[in-house]
């Protein structure tokens, strides 16, 4: 068994894990309107610190969701012997079910360095889904500094630990919309 000596080693990046005419479809589906500000885990921004919309992801797009999660925490499993999960009979997406997020790049939308995991919302693993990469900026990258930037593919996925040892950030939207579906394993 190979035995993993840095927090890198836990994030992976899956490309084509969701077909490019489904993220089309997903994202053409929205309409901006149906975007509301996105909260941050304290429920307030007062600091900008979360610049960014969000959204329930339309329900006729929960199966085909569901199944690329699944095929992304087979994949992790298959690299981490340690890490189990039963997700075909637990539907881990019950308690936030699938966000939709917007970053728009006219407002330079943004996340500033966070982690998922908090005591009103314990979670194990995170997982995102490119579904645009037409924009500018908009980098999902992780660690105090922004040292370790993840490549950004319409169709992938970014999946590591929740926990605090993997603070990430989205860098702010210089042009174009980014957007994203994130997810929680609990």
Known sequence: MKLLNKLSDYIHYFENILNLSVCDQIVNDSTKKEFVPAPTGTKTNKNNYRNCYTKPLNKKYDSII???????LLKYQEKHNFFKYNFLTNDSMQDTGYTHLLYKGDEKGEY??????????????????????????GDFCFFEKNNFFVKKKKGSAIVFPSNFCFPHAVTPVLGGDRHS?????R
């Open 66 to 72: 569901f199944k690329a999660v699944g095929n992304v």
């Open 112 to 137: 500033k360095i966070h982690i998922d995991h908090y005591d009103v919302h314990p979670r194990v693993l995170s997982i995102s889904l490119i579904l645009t990469d037409n924009y500018e900026g």
């Open 181 to 185: 579906i994130v997810t929680w394993i």
